[in-house]
């Protein structure tokens, strides 16, 4: 398996396998706008924040987004009277060294000058970044992955899982990154997790993560299972902790990262994007899909690996989103939206390692360019909600 290509190389030192500029709007009375002059523009991306009041976990979320590897520029767009500032999030993505812009619509005149000065804005920064932009070698060891599942079915934990924890294994041996989360679907792995614990602080992080997760599953009295999942064949948490968990593969795990943080080095991750005890009890730590995805995003994975046995239709802005799916039916089924039949194992008409080293061909193809189905289709789905986290602190400021 080849695995070397051209990488876009940042300012900051990071690199990316996308070259975009990303539009982020700081409250949801300028979503219209934001993607108003996102739409019909090749390589824009849109996010944004739908709170009024600000969130510090929403705010590092949204500026790790500003400087995620994938993005060459950034516009920040707001309305004018929201807590969320969009010239800080321009003023900290530019001290990374991307271009980035700021303006509010209250001072442009509303949605049609706005969208028409936004859309300007967007065509000056996407033609500086694709002729300014310096290309490089990238291989392995540059990238992070990150993998959630969803819609689970018993094939995710038998051959879904299970082949992208083989590739993280290949991965972390070749010197790169690889993240997975969903602690909440580790429940009644404790022992399981903290036996891979690469030295005693990773052990500790892994005990008190596990704790937190089960503490808060029973304070809202809902563990990470659905109706989807029952009629997939899964009966309970615990069996479906340990297919979700098999997407870790066997290598120690180096500790644990929250929301909005790198890993600090390269190596396998548990991203913990449960929340911390706050005043703030209203929400789940993962209320769907696509935020764990924005979760594992902002840890600066370039790109996304999502498994699920009954199917899906999500993509991710930023980074690539490559959909597997561990049942064959599923695939033949829904075969525009699904990237990687990893169903084959389940026939017999692949070994695990075969079908991990056809799942890391194609993911090396992606970082060289290739789209995946969801980008083709024009998937771009996020979710930023108002939640807590005890991690250091970064203000967009506020306007008086």
């Known amino acids: 398996m080849s695995d070397s290509w051209q990488g876009y190389l940042r300012p900051d030192g990071r690199k990316g396998i996308r070259n975009l500029v990303l539009v982020i709007y700081t409250v949801e009375c300028a979503s ?19 709170g009024c009041y600000d969130n510090p976990y929403a705010i590092r979320l949204m500026l790790s987004l500003a400087r995620h590897p994938n993005v060459g520029a950034v516009l920040s767009v707001g309305l004018g009277c929201e807590y969320t500032q969009p010239a800080r999030i321009a003023e900290i993505a530019g001290k990374s060294g991307r271009p980035a812009q700021h303006f509010f619509i209250q001072d442009e005149g509303g949605t049609r000058s706005s969208t028409e000065k936004g859309k300007a804005i967007v065509h000056k920064l996407r033609e500086q970044i694709r002729t300014e932009v310096q290309r490089g070698p990238m291989g392995l060891a540059d990238l992070i992955v990150g993998c959630e599942c969803g819609g689970s079915d018993a094939s995710s934990g038998l051959a879904g899982n299970p082949v992208v924890g083989r590739f993280f294994d290949h991965l972390v041996d070749a010197g790169g990154t690889a993240i997975f989360e969903e602690i909440v679907e580790a429940i009644g792995l404790k022992h399981w997790l903290l036996a891979r614990g690469s030295d005693p602080d990773a052990v500790q992080a892994l005990r008190s993560t596990y704790e937190k997760a089960e503490a808060y599953c029973r304070s809202v009295r809902q563990y990470s299972t659905s109706p989807g ?51 703030m009890q209203f929400g789940y730590t993962n209320p769907n899909d696509s935020e764990g995805l924005m979760d594992l995003l902002a840890a600066g994975c370039q790109l996304l690996l999502f498994v699920t046995g009954r199917g899906s239709v999500i993509g991710s802005p930023i ?82």
């Open 32 to 50: 219209f706008v934001a993607h108003a002059i996102g739409r019909d523009e090749e390589d824009v991306h849109v996010i944004g924040f739908p």
């Open 229 to 279: 999942n029952f009629a997939g064949g899964l009966t309970t948490i615990e069996e479906k902790s340990m297919g979700a968990v098999a997407k870790s593969g066997s290598r120690p795990i180096q500790g644990v990262i929250k929301v909005a943080e790198s890993p600090p080095r390269p190596g396998l991750w548990l991203l913990d994007s449960v929340p911390d005890p706050h005043f």
């Open 319 to 400: 980074a690539p989103l490559l959909k597997v799916t561990g049942n064959s039916r599923t695939y033949d089924r829904m075969e525009e939206d699904m990237d990687f039949n990893a169903g084959a194992i389940l026939s017999g008409a692949k070994t695990l390692d075969e079908a991990a080293d056809d799942l890391g061909s194609l993911i090396v193809r992606i970082a060289s360019g290739e789209t995946t189905k969801p980008e083709r289709l024009g998937h771009r789905e996020y979710f930023i909600p108002y939640k807590h986290q005890d991690t250091p602190s970064l203000s967009a400021g506020c306007r008086a």
